[in-house]
């Protein structure tokens, strides 16, 4: 009988017993072996009971009052959220999360789904204890509109009410066309291998992307080395007669996908190995309930959500390096560097729900505290937490923070829900206000600080640092971060730990978390209409120079500079067919930033009655901390009432806004914090493809810089491997021989000023005998002072503390601003080029006589790849490398040729390693996948041939004698070579049979092949000529007698 070849053999069968290889007992067919459902949820009834009372023995209730108070929960319209709180409660348990082989992991098959006269059917769904949690769809490579057919018809069922409780009961979906992932050019994926929740019923579902992590480079390392079971051969013969395919069994291709390494196998270990999928289950899921404007009201959008791969692996990573510093007595914490846009909140929320259950096992009372630098990222993250479940308790002052230190109890409400204390940096306090945490009093607590964006404010010299550090040696702090400080001695690294995980921007696009993002080169032209040279405009082109900002705060500057992002903005929404898409300008100053929102009214009115529209657009102007700025947050955020934000500084960093799709950057931003604020935009939106940034500030360079550092720093930690040994902070806490120095000798250098009077002192700075260079270093010893002096806080060094009560350190913000503003005295009395009003008024007069105007020159797509070198050695070492490796002709010409074509390669990528040219690294790329590709059709003709012979020898001779044939005029037969070399080889199998050992009589060997060969193309009337007969045979020889080696 002829082997089936379809969606059921190839991947769903195969898929099956490879179930059976992670643990997973095969239920077989329903109807066959009388399975007993409950036909309201398809609970396995017998699996069930036999579970419960294994992990309950002391439960009273009957099966079917569990069964029916299950059912009752499923019906709500809740996405399943109390059927969930039951599945991981504890009375009674349903699944033993802590001891996984109490349990009973199965499957079943094509099992109906039933209800109300409408009927799917799942190709696979697993039963952990007999619920079905999970199910698995799958079709065959290639399938007709990809995996998004299977996405289509998930939101039919959806919105199918009598599927919810099925749906209800399950807590995530895979599906797979066992291809690769691969994304069509509005990034909805089309093939590959991915899972979901149902998020809501029907109206949107997200497929998310699996990466498995690597170790040290090998991405296949969780698999090649997994502990899988083996399949009992009574077990797959039941699978294929259960679907009458027993002809597949013998087949090649039923052997070749069986391989542990299909894109389907690969997410089945990855998500639904016993230890996996018990961890999703209790700690990636959750429920999240989110305000949307509907018709001008706010009405609550529950959704669910599941945990993002890369939260996954940073949550085990942080587990992992927990472990090892308990067991080590080291500090305890580190970085999480994941991209913006991927989830980092969420992440934080993932953190508290599994930490809190880690901490406990090891005897620890956890107590979280969630750190943010701003009062709008104080709101927004608390809302975040509050949206998934969480009791936020908010801290607005220092005696509101110093009371929850006090408390030593996990949860302070009455209801017993989860809480997270969330609390702004400033809260911890300056110096001069300094106080103490209670200690533990023999109670075994666990502080918690998670610090959100910890690339800012963060640095050795900060009050904050000095604060957090101090107040709790024995806390776990966890940074989390997109943009880490890199700068020596300032790295995010070296002050919160070394790096527990990354997730890169590149990834975070592949996986479609966050959107490529354009950039839009603007360029200024002006005209002098006076005929006067405009020399002494152009020489002012540092943008935060005074008379530069005089340029652009000025009115005939910004009516052009409004009414470019007018005509722009209003193109944009239309080109994009959507109303409802936001902006944001960008500011160089406050002062320009106020007049825009003074002027923009004004200007679109205009515009309107020019060009005959009736256009309305809202801005809201956001430029300190301000109360007030929420409403205009909610109402940009939220309400949709805004349509572009004008900032300066405020919003850059840490704003999550999915609808700002357009940002006008007229404003110089430099290093981690320009990549901050360009990710402002990439946020997925609908079917948005990418952001957008119109750049007025001319960021290239800059940008290109800070991207190569990221690709650098990525590098370096990807070749290091993910587990490295945490800080000790000694990078940044000195002994105490040199904080006793460094001390003194700041003192005496301040000793020949006043400092016991501060009226005094400032006489003294203002003494004509004080040069400019006296008051730069008289600054530099007081903000030395300032670090030192927190240093000391975090150290606790007794005999430094005493210095503390020098009488300077109570006034040393004074101090040193009080410099600072003498110096800056100075530089406006001797420099030349500083705007007095009158030089102001000539500029304003000249600026009166230039017209302005903007246009685009140019539109580009920002690269955000990872460690380009990194990547070009992995893609040499996993891919490259190893396809050079199994070829199996290496001295063939064309294979020399690539061969030799890539260590070249090798050598320049070698050399090149520290250029930051991003056109060098396409280049490398293209090279290296031209080479893939050659090294790819060179082994698959030779895996052609080998399947024609079925040994290697003859593939080589074949090779060899077809280059003969390169420059004839007479073609080459392959098929009558092929038959002559097919028969040879059967020829000399049976003489090697009968006498092996003439293989050492090379001359004997060689006269009878010359014989066979012969005689075998004067049989078949092969015309070949004596030259390459003889080839032939001298080549065939040579294959049998002489070792190889490569």
């Keep these: 009988m002829e082997a089936k070849f379809n969606e059921l053999t190839r991947v769903q069968i195969p898929a099956m017993i490879h179930l059976t290889k992670l643990g997973y007992k095969y239920y077989g067919k329903v109807c066959k072996n009388q399975i007993k459902l409950d036909p309201k949820?398809?609970?396995?009834?017998?699996?069930?009971?036999?579970?419960?009372?294994?992990?309950?023995?002391?439960?009273?209730?009957?099966?079917?009052?569990?069964?029916?108070?299950?059912?009752?929960?499923?019906?709500?319209?809740?996405?399943?959220?109390?059927?969930?709180?039951?599945?991981?409660?504890?009375?009674?348990?349903?699944?033993?999360?802590?001891?996984?082989?109490?349990?009973?992991?199965?499957?079943?098959?094509?099992?109906?789904?039933?209800?109300?006269?409408?009927?799917?059917?799942?190709?696979?769904?697993?039963?952990?204890?007999?619920?079905?949690?999970?199910?698995?769809?799958?079709?065959?490579?290639?399938?007709?509109?990809?995996?998004?057919?299977?996405?289509?018809?998930?939101?039919?069922?959806?919105?199918?009410?009598?599927?919810?409780?099925?749906?209800?009961?399950?807590?995530?979906?895979?599906?797979?066309?066992?291809?690769?992932?691969?994304?069509?050019?509005?990034?909805?994926?089309?093939?590959?291998?991915?899972?979901?929740?149902?998020?809501?019923?029907?109206?949107?579902?997200?497929?998310?992307c699996f990466r498995e992590q690597p170790f040290k480079g090998d991405d296949h390392y969780f698999f090649n080395n997994f502990h899988y079971l083996s399949t009992r051969q009574e077990v797959v013969d039941n699978i294929l007669d259960d679907f009458s395919a027993r002809s597949i069994k013998q087949s090649p291709e039923f052997e070749t996908n069986l391989n542990i390494l299909s894109p389907t196998h690969k997410i089945l270990?990855?998500?639904?190995?016993?230890?996996?999928?018990?961890?999703?289950?209790?700690?990636?899921?959750?429920?999240?309930?989110?305000?949307?404007?509907?018709?001008?009201?706010?009405?609550?959008?529950?959704?669910?959500?599941?945990?993002?791969?890369?939260?996954?692996?940073?949550?085990?990573?942080?587990?992992?390096?927990?472990?090892?510093?308990?067991?080590?007595?080291?500090?305890?914490?580190?970085?999480?560097?994941?991209?913006?846009?991927?989830?980092?909140?969420?992440?934080?929320?993932?953190?508290?729900?599994?930490?809190?259950?880690?901490?406990?096992?090891?005897?620890?009372?956890?107590?979280?505290?969630?750190?943010?630098?701003?009062?709008?990222?104080?709101?927004?993250?608390a809302n975040e937490f509050e949206a998934r479940g969480l009791k936020v308790i908010k801290v607005r002052d220092k005696t509101e923070l110093m009371k929850q230190f006090e408390q030593l109890q996990i949860v302070q409400s009455n209801t017993g829900?989860?809480?997270?204390?969330?609390?702004?940096?400033?809260?911890?306090?300056?110096?001069?206000?300094?106080?103490?945490?209670?200690?533990?009093?023999?109670?075994?607590?666990?502080?918690?600080?998670?610090?959100?964006?910890?690339?800012?404010?963060?640095?050795s010299d900060g009050v904050f640092l000095a604060n957090l550090l101090s107040k709790d040696k024995n806390a776990i702090k966890i940074a989390l971060t997109g943009t880490p400080l890199l700068k020596s001695g300032r790295e995010t690294k070296t002050i919160f730990g070394n790096y527990i995980h990354t997730y890169y921007y590149d990834s975070s696009i592949q996986d479609g978390y966050t959107l490529k993002i354009i950039r839009e080169d603007v360029k200024l032209h002006y005209e002098d209409k006076t005929g006067k040279s405009n020399t002494y405009a152009n020489a002012k082109v540092k943008r935060k120079s005074t008379n530069i900002a005089t340029i652009y705060e000025s009115k005939k500057y910004l009516q052009e500079f409004i009414k470019y992002i007018i005509n722009d903005f209003i193109k944009f929404r239309e080109i994009q067919n959507d109303e409802s898409l936001g902006g944001m300008i960008v500011c160089e100053t406050i002062e320009q930033a106020e007049k825009i929102q003074e002027l923009f009214q004004e200007i679109l009115n205009s515009w309107n009655l020019e060009n005959n529209k009736d256009i309305k657009l809202k801005t809201g102007l956001v430029i300190s901390n301000l109360s007030t700025n929420q409403k205009t947050v909610f109402d940009f955020k939220i309400s949709f009432e805004i349509d572009i934000l004008i900032v300066v500084d405020m919003l850059l960093t840490g704003f999550d806004a999915p609808r700002l799709k357009k940002m006008y950057l007229n404003k110089t931003i430099t290093k981690h914090t320009l990549l901050q604020a360009l990710t402002r935009v990439n946020r997925p939106y609908k079917e948005m493809k990418y952001g957008y940034v119109a750049d007025f500030a001319n960021i290239k360079d800059e940008y290109d810089e800070i991207v190569a550092w990221y690709r650098n720093e990525q590098e370096e930690f990807n070749q290091s491997g993910s587990y490295i040994n945490n800080s000790d902070f000694s990078n940044i806490i000195e002994s105490p021989d040199q904080i006793n120095?460094?001390?003194?000798?700041?003192?005496?250098?301040?000793?020949?000023?006043?400092?016991?009077?501060?009226?005094?002192?400032?006489?003294?700075?203002?003494?004509?005998?004080?040069?400019?260079?006296?008051?730069?270093?008289?600054?530099?010893?007081?903000?030395?002072?300032?670090?030192?002096?927190?240093?000391?806080?975090?150290?606790?060094?007794?005999?430094?503390?005493?210095?503390?009560?020098?009488?300077?350190?109570?006034?040393?913000?004074?101090?040193?601003?009080?410099?600072?503003?003498?110096?800056?005295?100075?530089?406006?009395?001797?420099?030349?080029?500083?705007?007095?009003?009158?030089?102001?008024?000539?500029?304003?007069?000249?600026?009166?006589?230039?017209?302005?105007?903007f246009f685009k020159s140019g539109e580009y797509e920002l690269d955000f790849a990872s460690s380009a070198s990194y990547k070009i050695?992995?893609?040499?070492?996993?891919?490259?490398?190893?396809?050079?490796?199994?070829?199996?002709?290496?001295?063939?010409?064309?294979?020399?040729?690539?061969?030799?074509?890539?260590?070249?390669?090798?050598?320049?990528?070698?050399?090149?390693?520290?250029?930051?040219?991003?056109?060098?690294?396409?280049?490398?790329?293209?090279n290296l996948q031209d080479i893939y590709k050659q090294i790819s059709i060179i082994n698959r003709e030779n895996e052609r041939l080998l399947s024609?012979?079925?040994?290697?020898?003859?593939?080589?001779?074949?090779?060899?004698?077809?280059?003969?044939?390169?420059?004839?005029?007479?073609?080459?037969?392959?098929?009558?070579?092929?038959?002559?070399?097919?028969?040879?080889?059967?020829?000399?199998?049976?003489?090697?049979?009968?006498?092996?050992?003439?293989?050492?009589?090379?001359?004997?060997?060689?006269?009878n092949l010359a014989s066979y060969v012969y005689d075998v193309a004067d049989k078949n009337d092969v015309s070949f000529s004596t030259n390459i007969l003889n080839d032939i045979v001298q080549k065939l020889c040579n294959e049998y007698t002489e070792p190889r080696s490569f």
């Design 41 to 208: 949820s398809n609970i396995l009834v017998n699996v069930f009971e036999k579970q419960l009372k294994k992990l309950n023995p002391d439960f009273d209730d009957s099966i079917e009052t569990i069964i029916n108070k299950i059912n009752s929960l499923l019906n709500n319209d809740d996405l399943g959220r109390e059927f969930y709180k039951y599945l991981v409660g504890s009375s009674p348990r349903l699944v033993d999360f802590d001891n996984i082989e109490n349990n009973e992991f199965g499957y079943l098959a094509e099992l109906e789904y039933k209800s109300d006269g409408h009927s799917f059917i799942p190709d696979i769904t697993l039963f952990i204890n007999g619920l079905p949690l999970v199910f698995v769809e799958v079709k065959k490579p290639n399938n007709l509109d990809g995996i998004q057919s299977e996405k289509d018809r998930l939101l039919d069922r959806l919105k199918k009410r009598a599927y919810k409780k099925f749906f209800n009961i399950t807590q995530f979906m895979i599906f797979s066309n066992n291809m690769d992932y691969e994304f069509n050019n509005e990034m909805m994926p089309y093939s590959g291998a991915f899972y979901a929740t149902i998020a809501n019923y029907g109206e949107n579902v997200h497929f998310n």
């Design 269 to 381: 270990t990855s998500m639904c190995s016993k230890g996996r999928i018990l961890f999703l289950i209790k700690y990636g899921i959750t429920y999240v309930d989110s305000q949307k404007e509907v018709d001008g009201d706010y009405e609550v959008i529950y959704q669910k959500h599941i945990m993002r791969y890369q939260q996954m692996f940073a949550t085990l990573a942080i587990k992992e390096r927990l472990e090892t510093q308990l067991k080590n007595n080291a500090p305890k914490g580190g970085t999480i560097w994941h991209a913006q846009g991927s989830g980092k909140t969420a992440l934080a929320f993932y953190l508290h729900k599994y930490l809190t259950d880690f901490l406990q096992t090891n005897n620890m009372i956890p107590k979280f505290y969630f750190i943010v630098d701003r009062l709008d990222l104080l709101n927004q993250a």
């Design 417 to 459: 829900d989860p809480e997270i204390v969330v609390v702004n940096i400033h809260k911890f306090g300056d110096y001069e206000t300094e106080t103490k945490i209670p200690e533990y009093n023999n109670i075994n607590l666990q502080r918690i600080f998670i610090v959100d964006e910890a690339h800012r404010s963060y640095d």
């Design 741 to 853: 120095e460094k001390l003194n000798n700041a003192i005496n250098f301040l000793s020949k000023y006043d400092t016991e009077n501060k009226e005094n002192f400032s006489k003294q700075i203002r003494d004509k005998t004080i040069s400019p260079a006296d008051l730069e270093e008289l600054l530099k010893s007081l903000k030395n002072l300032r670090s030192l002096s927190n240093v000391v806080k975090i150290s606790n060094i007794d005999n430094t503390n005493k210095l503390l009560d020098y009488t300077l350190f109570k006034d040393l913000n004074w101090f040193i601003d009080e410099v600072r503003r003498r110096i800056n005295t100075i530089n406006a009395l001797i420099n030349p080029h500083s705007a007095s009003a009158r030089d102001k008024e000539t500029l304003l007069n000249y600026i009166d006589s230039i017209e302005f105007s």
């Design 873 to 926: 050695k992995e893609l040499m070492k996993k891919e490259i490398t190893e396809l050079l490796y199994k070829n199996i002709d290496k001295n063939a010409t064309e294979y020399v040729s690539v061969y030799v074509r890539f260590y070249e390669l090798i050598k320049k990528c070698s050399d090149n390693s520290g250029t930051n040219n991003l056109l060098s690294y396409e280049t490398m790329m293209k």
């Design 948 to 1007: 024609k012979y079925d040994d290697e020898k003859y593939v080589r001779v074949h090779n060899h004698i077809c280059k003969q044939f390169l420059d004839s005029k007479n073609p080459l037969d392959e098929n009558k070579l092929i038959s002559l070399l097919c028969e040879i080889k059967k020829l000399i199998d049976a003489k090697l049979f009968e006498q092996v050992q003439i293989l050492e009589h090379r001359e004997q060997f060689l006269s």
